[in-house]
């Protein structure tokens, strides 16, 4: 699947997400993956690798991926990963390295909610608290621009010059949230703190979308139920909202008619991510 359709954006989305079975987005713009499924071949491309949590359906590709990228001399990716799971995801790669007889190299970054790591000068990622069953974080992608001081808007050009040439601060910066993605969580990851479900652009899992498994099954799983998301409409405040990880006890052809409610609950536009590679992003649903 390849998106380009949000207005206002001016970077576009690849991937696909079936929920248990793969997980795979990548931002080509910007060189990122967030989660890497199986490790498809177009993800080689990335040259930063943020994975929200270790279940194999998320980051199960990694080692593939970095051995290809060696394959074609590429340089070692980033690999950001939540901070307690770093220790174990090492070992794993490692443990590749006598097994194929070459060592798998990357730049294994731990990372921790409040932090933030630069993908490309004034372009941040920006891990979250999220609430699954292993450690895990969601990320928004933000970017950082220096705008003039408000006080200084009819300030003569001259007058900007000198402050500048003084040392003073002409321009402060203004922070403008692109992306965010949750990977797998509970919805109380909302209630921790919803500013990141502002970004212009929000991929949430909603894996369950009707009664066609028990609830508690959904939550024992770490898992969003479409009837969480309902609850917290109000707290999407951004442009577009894209749901995902859509588990497999529904039919992709049901799944805009079972969306229309929280469509109708949100102030932005709604959109489903394919279930499959070759699928099409399904939106704005009305
Ligand atoms: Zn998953
Ligand atoms: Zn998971």
Redesign the pocket.
């Known amino acids: 699947m390849t998106f380009s359709g949000f207005s206002g954006c001016d970077f576009h989305l690849e991937g696909y997400s079936l929920g248990g079975i793969e997980t795979a987005i990548m931002v080509p713009q910007w060189k990122l993956a967030l989660d890497l499924g199986r490790g498809r071949r177009p993800f080689i491309r990335c040259d930063h690798i943020a994975l929200t ?1 270790t ?1 194999m ?2 980051a199960g590709g990694l080692a593939y991926v970095l051995s290809l990228r060696q394959l074609f001399r590429m340089k070692p990716p980033k690999v950001y990963v939540p901070s307690r799971a770093a220790d174990s995801l090492r070992a794993m790669l490692d443990a590749w390295g006598p097994l194929q007889r070459h060592e798998l190299v990357c730049d294994l970054v731990p990372v921790e909610p409040g932090e933030r790591y630069e993908l490309r000068k004034g372009l941040w990622l920006e891990p979250f608290r999220t609430r ?1 069953v292993l450690p895990s974080v969601g990320y928004t992608v933000t970017r950082e621009t220096e705008k003039l001081r408000p006080e200084l808007a009819d300030a003569p050009r001259e007058e900007i010059v000198r402050l500048r040439e003084s040392g003073a601060p002409v321009t402060r910066p203004i922070r403008d949230r692109l992306l965010s993605f949750t990977g ?1 969580t509970l919805p109380e990851a909302l209630d921790d703190d919803a500013g990141w479900a502002s970004a212009r652009v929000v991929i949430h899992e909603a894996t369950f979308l009707d009664d066609s498994k028990p609830y508690e099954a959904c939550r024992a799983g ?1 898992h969003t139920h479409l009837r969480d998301l309902m609850e917290r409409a109000h707290l999407f405040t951004g442009d577009h909202v894209v749901l995902s990880h859509f588990s497999q006890v529904h039919r992709w052809r049901d799944i805009p008619g079972l969306l229309r409610p929280f469509a109708q609950q949100i102030s932005g536009a709604l959109y489903a991510l394919p279930t499959i590679e070759a699928g099409e992003m399904v939106g704005p649903i009305e």
């Open positions: 949590h279940h359906d998320h699954h797998d770490g």
